[in-house]
C-alpha cells in the first residue's frame, strides 16, 4: 500500500507564494508520472501539472510561468511551487501519481489534498 501525502497549503494574499509537498510512502513500489489537480467549491475538479518520471513537465495555461513543478525522485517526494498567486487560485490541490507496487499492474493514487486559499 503506498499513501500520498500534501503539506504546504494555507493562506496567502494576492501576489504571494505557497510551496507545495508531496510525498509517498510505503514499500516495495515505484512512482512513474505524478501530477498535480485542485478543486475549488462548486467546481469541477483541474488539472494544474504533470511531470513524468524523465523530468518532463506540461502546466495547464492557467499556472504556466507563475507555478514550478518539481520532483525528488530519491525522497519520493513532488514539489508545486506557487508564484504571484491569485483569488481564482484558491482551490483543495490533490496530488496525483502512478505507482506500481511490487509486481502488480500501475494504478492511480490520490492524495487527501491541501487547502490554498488566496485572498485579494
Known amino acids: 500500500q503506498v499513501q500520498l501525502v500534501e503539506s504546504g497549503g494555507g493562506l496567502v494574499q494576492a501576489g504571494g507564494s505557497l510551496r507545495l509537498s508531496c510525498a509517498a510512502s510505503g514499500s516495495d513500489f515505484i512512482i512513474y508520472t505524478m501530477a498535480w489537480f485542485r478543486q475549488a467549491p462548486g467546481k469541477q475538479r483541474e488539472f494544474v501539472a504533470q511531470?513524468?518520471?524523465?523530468?518532463?513537465?506540461n502546466y495547464a495555461n492557467s499556472v504556466k510561468g507563475r507555478f514550478t513543478f518539481s520532483r525528488d525522485n530519491a525522497k519520493n517526494t513532488a514539489y508545486l511551487q506557487m508564484d504571484a498567486l491569485k483569488p481564482e487560485d484558491t482551490a483543495d490541490y490533490l496530488c496525483?501519481?502512478?505507482?506500481?507496487?511490487?509486481?502488480?499492474?500501475?494504478?492511480?493514487?490520490w492524495g487527501q489534498g491541501t487547502q490554498v486559499t488566496v485572498s485579494a
Open positions: 511531470i513524468t518520471t524523465a523530468g518532463t513537465i
Open positions: 496525483n501519481a502512478a505507482v506500481r507496487v511490487g509486481g502488480a499492474q500501475t494504478e492511480n493514487y
